[in-house]
């Protein structure tokens, strides 16, 4: 409740809270907007192999042109500017470089780039969902013994849910079910992005006036995206993906509490302790009347007869048996909203949701028929989509995690609907993001081992 007089104390004593920045997209534009007007925070600098891209991005979002420079990053720390630049490794080093935001949605770089900078003593902002799902429980224990914080970040749903599951363990509720809304339909999961704006309703002037990227507005559609996100909350708060993974049920925010509880109960779930999303379509395509596409939600189950009719005098909306509640937040800013996760980590040494154990994953599944020899495209391409299922599954089946399905070669064939392998690609175990999964797979294996 405090968080904004810690930022302003400790602006008044040592100056600033200094952050860096990797990736000038959209969700680091929506940020930046915010940072302008923050003094407490200090981004010293922008690097993106695009330089170009994230001079725009200042541009758009309001920063005047002497705010941000072409020398070095070490010159912005002693200014008070904003450098710009190429090289993620040379903001990295910046001498009294605070927090780190990795925000480039590769899960390849954002892995080098995170245990870069927590070798360099940096507090690490995930943004980058995709990694966090890849290799985020090895990263967090990194984070942990380098005495820095790893976390997810705060205005991105994945956190947000991790909050509202924490309230509820905090005040003693069992929760039921986590997750979030989005707009899903089966025949989405082909989706291309080709055909991204078509399902969006985009018009060709919205596009131009905005930094849009298809491939990651597909992922949202085809739902990988979801998949990704639901696997991070999992290892962020222990609740398990169900066997079958998302099954996306359509449900209005006044059902949460009905449907998002065990089928032994008369609910969708075919657990308690897990993750779910649910879609403001029908599968007709006929939208619901009040639905939660933009926002994220916990179901929970009373403990005591006591709490049932507490529920009842203070007016929760229930299931019919009155034991099964719902706490809704009906959106999420994502990027507008990250100066939570920066002042926690910095000012607290708290994260603002972190990965702790491996029990969800994202495994690639063809999205057409591939032929031997093919190049994956990765997350919101044509080639393969990503699917949630349970981590010890995924082990079992030697499945090819989505963060590793981008620029590899097929070396045979696989039909449309088969979940990739890794014997089914060649991957490179020299990269970082490889060293730090292969840990975290050995590391769950031998865990599972009697």
């Known amino acids: 409740m405090n968080l904004y007089e810690l930022l302003t104390r400790r602006a008044s ?18 940020f930046l ?7 407490e925070m200090h981004v010293v600098g922008v690097a993106d192999l695009d330089v170009g891209r994230a001079r725009t991005a200042l541009a758009r979002t309001g920063w005047p042109a002497e705010r941000y420079q072409a020398g070095s990053s070490a010159e912005a720390l002693r200014t008070g500017g904003t450098w710009v630049g190429d090289s993620a490794d040379e903001l990295i080093a910046a001498p009294g470089l605070e927090v780190v935001l990795e925000i480039t949605g590769n899960p390849v770089a954002g892995a080098r780039h995170a245990e870069l900078a927590i070798d360099a003593g940096l507090h690490v902002i995930m943004v980058n969902v995709e990694a966090d799902c890849l290799v985020g429980p090895v990263l967090a224990d990194k984070a942990r013994a380098a005495g820095v914080v790893y976390s997810m970040a705060y205005g991105d749903q994945p956190a947000l849910i991790s909050e509202l599951v924490d309230w509820c363990r905090t005040i003693g509720f069992d929760v039921v079910a986590a997750g979030k809304g989005t707009k899903y339909l089966p025949e989405y999961e082909t989706s291309t992005p080709d055909t991204v704006w078509e399902y969006y309703g985009f018009t060709p002037q919205q596009l131009a006036a905005g930094d849009f990227n298809p491939k990651m507005f597909n992922s949202f559609l085809d739902g990988t995206k979801s998949a990704i996100e639901m696997a991070a909350v999992a290892n962020a708060t222990g609740l398990v993906p169900q066997e079958e993974g998302l099954r996306f049920p359509a449900v209005e925010v006044d059902d949460l509490a009905t ?20 879609s403001s379509l029908h599968r007709d395509g006929r939208p619901l009347d009040r639905d939660l596409r933009w926002g994220v939600y916990v179901t929970f189950e009373a403990r005591t007869d006591y709490a049932v009719q507490c529920f009842a005098e203070y007016g929760l909306q229930t299931d019919p048996s009155g034991r099964y509640g719902a706490l809704y937040r009906p959106y999420h800013l994502i990027g507008l909203e990250l100066g939570i996760s920066i002042a926690s980590a910095a000012l607290r040494g708290e994260a603002t949701g972190s990965a702790r154990a491996f029990l969800g994953d994202v495994v690639s599944v063809a999205k057409r028929d591939l032929r031997a020899g093919e190049l994956l495209d990765g997350e919101g391409g044509y080639t393969v989509r990503g699917v949630l299922a349970p981590a010890s599954a995924s082990l079992a089946r030697r499945a090819l995690p989505i963060g590793l399905a981008g620029g590899v070669a097929l070396r045979r064939a696989v ?14 175990e ?14 769950a294996l031998a865990q599972s081992r009697p």
């Open 13 to 30: 004593s040592a100056g600033p809270v200094k952050v860096g920045v990797i990736g000038a997209g959209k969700f680091a534009s929506m």
């Open 33 to 39: 907007t915010q940072a302008l007007n923050v003094p």
């Open 259 to 278: 449907a998002l509880r065990p089928r032994t109960a008369g609910g969708e779930l075919s657990r308690a302790g897990t993750v779910e999303v649910i």
């Open 415 to 428: 039909p449309a609907g088969q979940v990739l392998t890794y014997d089914d690609v060649a991957v490179d």
């Open 430 to 443: 020299t990269a970082a993001a490889v060293r730090l999964r292969r840990r975290l797979e050995n590391a």
